[in-house]
Every structure is written in structure tokens, then in C-alpha cells.
């Protein structure tokens, strides 16, 4: 009963101090905090100029940011080029037409970035994710989440 009672007391505190270094955070919000920028995108073209797949050159992709949830404080929009190196773009595997929710980081020259391993999804797998598959959860999780 002790033990109980020991538990609760902590998990009120915790609660009314807002600890949230008292509880691991869901791999989503992790990855959320940790990127730049966070983008509901539709991939319009995808150009590999090279056709290197060594990751030695970027892969440009044209996007539309079809909702965007969190940017860097010196964009007041996003871009529409997205960059990946060839070896990370074979890995995220998007294609012209297809929706995802996409996170990435900025380059000192201001182009969004993105690669195979900070993407935000709801099972802690690397990887873009396709708009249709992302859960409702984590829908609402983007709307919510505070670094």
C-alpha cells in the first residue's frame, strides 16, 4: 500500500511540475523536435542529374508543401527544392505524384535537406512515409507536439 501511495505522490508531481524529462517522449515527437522542418509534401518531380547512386551528389526534388508544422524562424516559407544525397534518395524511395510526410534540416545556404534516418513516423522506422499511411494519432500529434 505504501509502495502505491509512493507512486501516485510522484505521478501528481510530475504532473503538476509539467516534467517532461520524467517521461521518455514517443520516437515521433523525438524526431519532430530534432528537425528544422516538418512538411506534409507532394514530390512534383524528382531529378537526378548524374545518375549517382554513390551519395557523392544531391538528387533535387520539386515539392509542394501542402501543409507545413514546424519551419526554421528565418523562413517565412518553405522552399520548394528539396535536396538528398543519391544514396539517402534511393533509400527514402518517393515518387512524382505521391504525397509524404517528410522532416529535414537546413544548410548554411538556406536548402532544405532530408535523409533516410529523421524522418517523423509513428513506429520509430527510418524512412518517408506516404501522407495515406500516416496515422490520425500522429496527425494530431504534429498539430500538438512543443519542443
Known amino acids: 500500500m505504501r509502495r502505491i501511495v509512493c507512486l501516485l505522490a510522484f505521478i501528481s508531481t510530475a ?10 517522449l514517443p520516437a515521433a515527437h523525438k524526431a519532430f523536435c530534432a528537425a528544422d522542418w516538418v512538411s506534409r509534401v507532394k514530390v512534383i518531380d524528382v531529378n537526378n542529374p548524374y545518375e549517382d547512386h554513390s551519395g557523392q551528389f544531391d538528387v533535387v526534388y520539386t515539392i509542394e508543401h501542402v501543409y507545413y508544422y514546424t519551419m526554421p524562424n528565418s523562413y517565412c516559407k518553405l522552399p520548394p527544392l528539396l535536396l538528398a544525397k543519391s544514396d539517402e ?29 529523421v524522418q517523423v ?12 499511411n500516416v496515422s490520425e494519432t500522429l496527425q494530431q500529434g504534429l498539430l500538438k507536439y512543443n519542443c
Open 121 to 132: 513516423n509513428d513506429d520509430g522506422i527510418y524512412g518517408a512515409q506516404e501522407w495515406h
Open 89 to 117: 534518395a534511393q533509400r527514402l524511395n518517393m515518387t512524382a505524384g505521391k504525397e509524404y510526410l517528410l522532416a529535414g534540416s537546413k544548410d548554411c545556404d538556406m536548402a532544405l535537406r532530408t535523409s533516410y534516418d
Open 15 to 24: 504532473v503538476a511540475h509539467d516534467c517532461s524529462d520524467c517521461y521518455p
